[in-house]
């Protein structure tokens, strides 16, 4: 059966970044959308308020009546969820029609003009620019975001008329490979999900089979200096500085936004100014500014969306900015992604003193990449660390964020989440960043509720 012609979608793991946006689709063309996810979030609360059922409980008991007959249920969960999960075991004993994610979203995909967006970081602010240019121009577009867009408060975006759709390619689970995109952008690929992938090896080659899923004749924008084949296809390369298809030029700071030059293959671009801090987000909107060029974007319309851009909820994403204090809240969770993260807070506040709060994700992440954390963490002036967010992992002997601290060699304290407001009422703080993919992100109001109690802001 064609998922379309199902009347009720389920969702195992609905509060997940990437099975919302498919969520709030199915909701979107008029279908009955329920979920379970383990705990409540904003995320969650926006999806009850778009009227999206969801419970927090895993009992089979909680699947309501309507979802329990399989010849109109498609159930659609997360690889994130454990095999033992009663839900998923209900339903795969009654022989429901069960799909991962992924799976869903190449099945949408795969008649539109499909922009794969991968790579172990960048790919969500990537995706999320390009969406931008996109809906700016006079293309439009779909997208499934694996953030929320703060332009459009969402991480679906939807066109009636747009053959195109903008995809997040996770590399997770080897989940893009779901995917056959027209046009792809690649961003990284550093060692991560090593878990999944074993070595970096094993990592790289599943990027590269991404690359031969890309249709026939399309397009391949990476980052210069990544090793790809990619014949049969058309491909680009960008950079921040360094020469290569895509890149900028003539950097310099404007009132703590990038101003730039960009070059391509047909000229360039004087005095785009990028609206969203941190340098290595002028490298995401050349990758993205690739991309929209290539499929027919005007450069007008080009400045006009970096000109407007707003973020990304949870990517460098300011709380708090004025003359007394900085709190910045940020997604970062391996060290390459902190490393920049942090750099470019050093950049815009050189003379500050900057405090970072690290919630590390993981015990296999924590264990593998310890010494890495701890080099980027020592950019900072501070630091506090929170325990390992464990996400889908069972704890592993010897393993906490003391393997990260014992490496750090600025001032930095272990800290539970429960103490951490105390521990905050009795500091000053000139720069302030959140850092982490777990539930670091429930801390932030209380945060900035605290910070502004102080300061009456």
Request: proline share 3%; aromatic share 10%.
């Amino acid at each position: 059966m064609r998922i379309k012609n199902y009347k009720n979608i389920y969702f195992i793991g609905i509060g997940g970044i990437g099975m919302s946006a498919i969520a709030r689709y199915f909701n979107s063309i008029g279908k009955n959308v329920f979920g379970y996810d383990r705990m409540a979030t904003q995320l969650t609360a926006e999806l009850t308020a778009e009227g999206i059922g969801i419970t927090f409980q895993e009992d089979v008991d909680q699947i309501p009546a309507r979802y329990q007959s399989k010849y109109d249920t498609l159930v659609v969960y997360t690889p994130a969820i454990p095999a033992n999960h009663p839900q998923l075991i209900y339903f795969q004993q009654q022989q429901f029609e069960i799909m991962k994610r992924s799976q869903v979203l190449g099945l949408l995909s795969d008649n539109l003009n499909g922009i794969g967006i991968a790579g172990t970081h960048g790919k969500t602010t990537v995706s999320t620019i390009t969406a931008h240019i996109f809906k700016t121009s006079a293309l439009d577009c779909n997208a499934f975001l694996g953030g929320i867009s703060r332009n459009y408060q969402s991480n679906l975006l939807l066109s009636k008329t747009s053959p195109w759709m903008i995809l997040e390619a996770d590399e997770f689970d080897r989940s893009f490979l779901q995917l056959h995109p027209q046009l792809a952008v690649i961003t990284s690929m550093d060692a991560d999900h090593l878990d999944i992938y074993g070595n970096k090896n094993e990592l790289e080659k599943s990027f590269q089979a991404f690359v031969h899923q890309i249709k026939e004749g399309g397009i391949l924008v990476y980052k210069k200096g990544l090793i790809l084949t990619h014949d049969k296809l058309s491909a680009y390369t960008y950079s921040l500085e360094e020469k290569a298809d895509f890149y900028a030029e003539n950097i310099k700071l404007v009132e703590g936004f990038y101003q730039f030059n960009l070059v391509y293959p047909d000229g360039i671009i004087k005095d785009l100014l990028f609206s969203y801090p941190g340098k290595i987000n002028v490298e995401n909107a050349i990758a993205a500014s690739a991309m929209a060029l290539l499929c027919g974007v005007e450069a007008d319309e080009l400045r006009k969306a970096l000109s407007t851009f707003k973020g990304v909820r949870r990517r460098f994403d300011y709380q708090i900015r004025n003359e007394k204090i900085v709190f910045i809240d940020d997604y970062a969770h391996h060290p390459k992604e902190l490393w920049e993260s942090i750099s470019s807070v050093r950049e815009l506040y050189p003379e500050k003193n900057i405090t970072g709060i690290f919630q590390p994700h993981l015990y296999s992440r924590t264990r593998d990449f310890a010494e890495g954390f701890a080099a980027s963490l020592n950019l900072l002036d501070e630091v506090i660390l929170l325990d390992i967010y464990p996400a889908r992992e069972l704890p592993i002997e010897g393993v906490s964020s003391e393997i990260i601290l014992k490496n750090l060699k600025v001032p930095a304290k272990l800290c539970s989440k429960g103490d951490l407001i105390e521990l905050l009422r009795e500091k000053e703080f000139e720069v302030l960043l959140t850092l982490g993919a777990g539930d670091i992100d429930k801390l932030v109001e209380p945060i900035k509720n605290l910070i502004c109690e102080r300061l009456e802001c």
